[in-house]
Nanobody
């Protein structure tokens, strides 16, 4: 059974940074692509980044390019999301999800990802 735990969220001032972690157990992480999504109150869940398995290619939503950086440590079975220059529009619950395929999808649709974590709250406010 796949188990996913996100951590690293919190309250941060505008312009600050956070590093979110996604710890995955129950599978060999190295064979799967991993996505990060976020959902703000009253809005749909939005895909923000994805990292492939073997080629480790990375993908970002246009809204976060240049500020978000995704990485993975297969030995620790963990994927990270570095978020810099945070602004209030980044406030959301951030989720990690496993895709049953080594490559990231062309579209970061929720339906392309299988197992999900419970999320970690990121709040950007002064």
């Amino acid at each position: 059974q796949v188990h996913i735990v996100e951590s690293g969220g919190g309250l941060v001032q505008p312009g600050g940074s956070l590093r979110l972690s996604c710890a995955v157990s129950g599978l060999r992480l190295e064979y799967y692509s991993i996505g990060w999504f976020r959902q703000a109150p009253g809005k749909e869940r939005e895909g923000v980044s994805c990292i492939g398995s073997n080629d480790r290619s990375t993908h970002y939503a246009n809204s976060v390019k240049g500020r978000f950086s995704i990485s993975r440590d297969n030995a620790k079975s963990t994927v990270y999301l570095q978020i810099d220059t945070l602004n209030p529009e980044d406030t959301a619950v951030y989720y990690c999800a496993v895709r049953g395929w080594e490559h990231c999808p062309e579209s970061m649709a929720v339906a392309f990802f299988g197992s999900w974590g419970q999320g970690t709250q990121v709040t950007v406010s002064s």
